[in-house]
């Protein structure tokens, strides 16, 4: 009996430092770091767009040039308990001022905060680890020309075992993957495959499309077997809608009227945008005419997922 106890003692602290090993905060490889290169502050403001950074960190109801203020504060509630969004301004002592680029990339790209802890997947490091290193040196250099906002956001409110950061190193582990989710277009239609590849881009990599319009598994990952199938909404009631090209739904939308209703807010129907997808939609509408066109392209040749799939 005690021999059965020490081997089970044995086992135990085994299995816990396996976990806390493979629970530790990964970051971006030596050769990868020195690959970064400092961005063009230019063509970051696009990506700014597409990433929909101001829809989360400005100020609620803000417009304008406010947009560029990115103090946090917005409280985002969830089944896992309330995230806070932090301040990503230029502030030195309170948002990301005192960053390098490689602590930029660490958190885009693998969830991971300069001071070495999980960051929890509320920001869609999962989306934004498809990002090309030129986006992310773009975008840093944008981020560097915005407001410093003086001011800490408030902390999560979030409970056991949820408040524990180190877990989320096991969760990365399964759902952070900076792979394509759809591997080639699948429209027996003519395809661009240039144009598909720019849509597929930006809606599974800035644009993290997925993360709302896609179903939960238990532990919060992405089910990429539903893609864009439509979600419960994550911070309320509601649904997120379907769209992919699935019949008697959002298939029937043209390629023309998905790019339309991106810059104009307006649906085929003449009904206007509503809801959380305001901001999204204003956000599009600040990107080229030809991003709106590959967005659209990439949508009306995924796999259509049907109602109760």
């Known amino acids: 009996m005690k021999k059965a106890l020490v081997v089970l003692f044995v086992l135990a602290v085994v299995a816990a430092g396996t976990a806390w090993g493979l629970s530790a905060p990964t970051q971006i490889s030596a050769q990868e770091a020195a690959s970064l290169k400092e961005g063009d502050a230019e063509k970051g403001e696009l990506v700014f767009w597409a990433g929909g950074c101001a829809s989360c960190h400005a100020a609620k109801g803000a417009k304008g040039e406010e947009l560029l203020k990115l103090g946090g504060g917005l409280r985002l509630e969830t089944p896992f308990g309330v995230f806070v969004v ?10 990301i001022g005192n960053w390098s680029l490689v602590d930029f990339a660490n958190a885009m790209t693998h969830g991971t905060s ?3 802890e999980n960051y929890y997947p509320a920001f869609p490091y999962t989306s934004y680890a498809r990002m090309t290193d030129s986006d992310l040196g773009d975008l840093f250099a944008f981020m560097k020309t915005l407001p410093k906002v003086e001011g800490k956001a408030a902390d999560h409110e979030l409970g056991f075992p949820f408040n524990m950061r180190r877990g989320l190193g096991l969760w990365k582990r399964m759902f952070l993957d900076p792979a394509p989710v ?9 395809v661009d495959q240039v144009i598909w590849d720019r849509g597929r881009y930006l809606v599974e990599g800035p644009g993290h499309c997925g993360e709302c319009h896609t179903e939960r598994d238990f532990a919060g990952g992405l089910v990429l077997s539903k893609w864009l199938g439509g979600a419960p909404a994550p911070t309320g009631d509601g649904k997120i809608p379907d769209i992919t090209p699935v019949e008697g739904g959002f298939g029937s939308w043209s390629a023309a009227d998905i790019a339309y209703y991106l810059e104009s807010g307006f649906t085929p129907d003449y009904d206007s945008v509503g809801g959380e997808m305001v901001h999204v939609q204003e956000n599009m509408a600040r990107l080229p005419a030809s991003d709106r066109e590959a967005i659209a392209a990439y949508l009306k040749a995924i796999p259509a997922i049907a109602p109760g799939n």
């Open 182 to 190: 759809i591997a080639s277009p699948v429209s027996e239609g003519d």
């Open 114 to 116: 300069p001071g070495g």
């Open 86 to 95: 932090p301040n990503i301004s230029s502030s030195e002592a309170d948002g």
